[in-house]
């Protein structure tokens, strides 16, 4: 959603956004902060995934350490859909998965389903990415696995749902993996290929759709230790990231990228400024004047400073 503000404030905001261009990426990711802030584009994201995939352990490689508690929980796994506040722009739908039972399967899905369906005043979804965490241990995905058919089938493609395969660290055997390197071993590179595609060919088989490569990815959060409250470096979760910034509508990307940790940082990537001009590109097309100019080959810069005189 972009605001409909009056071009006097666009100039404003568009003009403190141009002088941070030659600014450390750091000061970028502050002045990008407080803007979006001020004009409150919200960016919602699905977590789906059962006791154990390490939903928690995920949340904080994306978004920096301590952000949201890990440990094991005594209670049972309740069905309700909890939200988690990672930023004033952010908010993280917390969901257990299917397979606690027929009963509560059926309430869990209406729930998923309102979600999932919920729009805007302008009709657009209100959940940007569907984000299920699976453990890349368990053969066959276990509960996770129901759950992305019922996603598939609910939404009738792929293009909101992502799904991550957490602890590839610990394919095959955890002995595998090279911790000093912080890479896989063959044996788990073949497994972790051959699950991907074992998923692929069932989705295909259960629902008729299909899954990309860009829609399934395998990573590691890093185990976290209750007793010394630390975890391990992640593994491949700047490709996660990436496949995040992929699935969420082009003006909201600088919202995530905003937030993300220094693990999640893509350091051969252009960096930063890239998901401010995808931003910058989307919400001119909502004033007439610099779409116009824009639309007669003007660059995206010169067409805004033209436009407004800056």
């Not at 220094?262 to 401010?276: I, L, P, R, T």
Request: aromatic fraction near 8%; proline fraction near 3%; include cysteine.
């Amino acid at each position: 959603m972009i605001p409909q503000l009056p071009e006097s404030k666009w100039r404003i905001i568009l003009e403190a956004i141009y002088n941070l261009q030659d600014k450390s990426q750091e000061e970028q990711r502050e002045g990008m902060k407080a803007i979006l802030e001020e004009l409150d584009i919200p960016l919602n994201i699905l977590i789906i995934g059962g006791t154990g995939v390490g939903k928690s352990s995920t949340i904080n490689a994306i978004y920096g350490a301590n952000r949201v508690k890990v440990g094991s929980n005594p209670n049972p796994q309740t069905q309700e859909i909890e939200q988690c506040q990672i930023s004033k722009n952010i908010t993280l739908y917390d969901s257990p998965g299917l397979g606690e039972g027929s009963e509560k399967d059926k309430q869990h899905m209406e729930k998923i389903h309102k979600l999932l369906t919920d729009t805007d005043e302008n009709g657009n979804a209100k959940i940007d990415l569907a984000l299920v965490i699976t453990d890349a241990t368990v053969k066959g995905l276990g509960q996770e696995y129901e759950t992305i058919k019922y996603l598939l089938k609910t939404l009738g493609d792929s293009k909101r749902i992502l799904i991550g395969l957490n602890k590839c660290d610990c394919a095959v055997s955890e002995r595998y993996f090279d911790r000093e390197n912080n890479k896989l071993g063959k044996e788990q590179e073949q497994f972790l290929q051959d699950k991907v595609a074992d998923l692929q060919k069932r989705i295909k088989t259960d629902t008729g759709l299909s899954l990309g490569k860009d829609e399934i990815v395998y990573y590691s959060a890093g185990f976290y230790d209750e007793n010394t409250q630390t975890q391990d470096n992640p593994y491949n979760i700047v490709q996660l990231e990436k496949m995040v910034l992929s699935k969420i509508p082009k003006q909201k990307r600088v919202v995530q990228a905003t937030e993300e940790s220094e693990n999640a940082h893509d350091s051969n990537q252009k960096g930063f400024w890239n998901y401010v001009i995808d931003f910058v590109d989307v919400v001119t097309d909502f004033i007439p004047g610099v779409k116009a100019l824009k639309g007669v080959g003007k660059a995206l810069w010169n067409g805004i400073k033209d436009f407004f005189g800056f």
